[in-house]
């Protein structure tokens, strides 16, 4: 088979390499966040499947989709079921070492890397002795997390191609 050929059948593949990105709730204080990388579990669920079993398993779970279409032009768009999880980004780029350590096995060549960001909890007890000052921090960082969100729900939807990067929140002041 010719490696065009080849080439064209692997970009069908589904991801095979998947990292996740958690980075802390972004704040108005200076400084870069702080970012950790883990290996999710992958388990691949195909449009004639049951929709309940996407459904959390126990408390706390924490559930990521990517909805892949090898047909479709357009970049996957990943979503979070989870409460406490927000995606704020998709970036797709080539694996460090694998292409050496591996012989054409037939996989998706690319690394997805999924951003995401916990969201603050609700503590309604707290919330009753807030002085004004923190109210307003509070809500600025809430806002950078739904701003971070809405702006890849956006960017996916609109593009054919795959956000690099996301934007970072807007200089303090700015809702």
Not at 62 to 77: E, F, G, T
Not at 116 to 129: A, F, I, R, S
């Amino acid at each position: 088979m010719p490696e065009s050929t080849q080439r064209s059948i692997h970009a069908e593949d589904p991801p095979y390499y998947i990292l996740v990105s958690h980075s802390a709730a972004p704040t108005n204080a200076p400084g870069v966040p702080s970012t950790t990388l883990s290996h999710p579990v992958i388990q691949y669920h195909y449009a004639d499947d049951p929709a309940d079993a996407l459904l959390p398993q126990y408390p706390g779970e924490q559930i990521l989709i990517i909805d892949y279409d090898p047909n479709s032009s357009a970049a996957p768009a990943v979503k979070s079921l989870s409460s406490d999880l927000a995606v704020t980004g998709l970036r797709v780029t080539s694996p460090p070492g694998a292409r050496a350590a591996e012989d054409d096995m037939g996989r998706n060549e690319k690394m997805y890397i999924l951003e995401t960001t916990v969201l603050p909890e609700e503590n309604m007890d707290e919330d009753e002795y807030m002085s004004p000052s923190a109210v307003l921090t509070r809500f600025r960082q809430r806002n950078a997390v739904l701003r971070l969100a809405l702006e890849y729900g956006d960017t996916a939807a609109m593009d054919d191609t795959i956000q690099q990067k996301l934007t970072a929140p807007g200089p303090q002041g700015q809702p």
